[in-house]
T-cell receptor, first 113, second 115 residues
């Protein structure tokens, strides 16, 4: 079956540091890939997505590239802010008519001033 | 306000009691989902619905019941609550698509404690 692997964290960075959160996946076919973010006390919201190999998703300074050859979708940001402190979930959506999404366990990011 | 809402936001109940968590969305999205979020497990799908009167099991359906008589509502019932059902529950919705690219929109969650 489908699966998503990411580190649980927490990841602690100083403000303006470079961020990488690794995500690798196992899936059949050609899944779509997502990063969701969950701020404290809130539900998840979409951060970015990519629907085919070599696509780059980007939003709010975050980027991730769909790498089919390495089955990866690593999240990066060049300069994190305190307001980026949240839990980040990598996810994939299987192809076909069923909207099932498989989530990773989430990586907690703490940015300190 | 438009969007997806859940009620109650917090609930404390006792073992053996029936509990219903409500979910309402204003977008007329076809798909709706219930997840539970637990430390070390991320989000796990409990049930989903492709349309009114169409529901199906997810990864962890035991002990839960759902219904969907109207497109906008998708209540989740714990028939006889157990301590292992203490969790944060999220409802989500998405539009219908033949592909698998649609974003899921999440509610704010319900924190349920079973004593």
């Amino acid at each position: 079956g489908n699966s998503v692997t990411q580190m649980e964290g927490p990841v602690t960075l100083s403000e303006e540091a470079f961020l990488t959160i690794n995500c690798t996946y196992t899936a059949t076919g050609y899944p779509s890939l997502f990063w969701y973010v969950q701020y404290p006390g809130e539900g998840l919201q979409l951060l970015l997505k990519a629907t085919k190999a070599d696509d780059k998703g980007s939003n709010k300074g975050f980027e991730a590239t769909y790498r089919k050859e390495t089955t990866s979708f690593h999240l990066e940001k060049g300069s994190v802010q305190v307001s980026d402190s949240a839990v980040y979930f990598c996810a994939l959506s299987s192809s076909g008519g069923y909207q099932k999404v498989t989530f990773g366990i989430g990586t907690k990011l703490q940015v300190i001033p | 306000d438009a969007g997806i809402t859940q009620s109650p936001r917090y609930k404390i109940t006792e073992t053996g009691r029936q509990v219903t968590l409500m979910c309402h969305q204003t977008w007329s999205h076809s798909y709706m989902f219930w997840y539970r979020q637990d430390l070390g497990h991320g989000l796990r799908l409990i049930y989903y619905s492709a349309a009114a009167d169409i529901t199906d099991k997810g990864e962890v359906p035991d002990g839960y019941v759902v219904s969907r008589s109207k497109t906008e509502n998708f209540p989740l019932t714990l028939e006889s609550a157990t301590r292992s059902q203490t969790s944060v529950y999220f409802c989500a919705s998405s539009e219908f698509s033949r592909g698998a690219t649609d974003t899921q929109y999440f509610g704010p969650g319900t924190r349920l404690t079973v004593l």
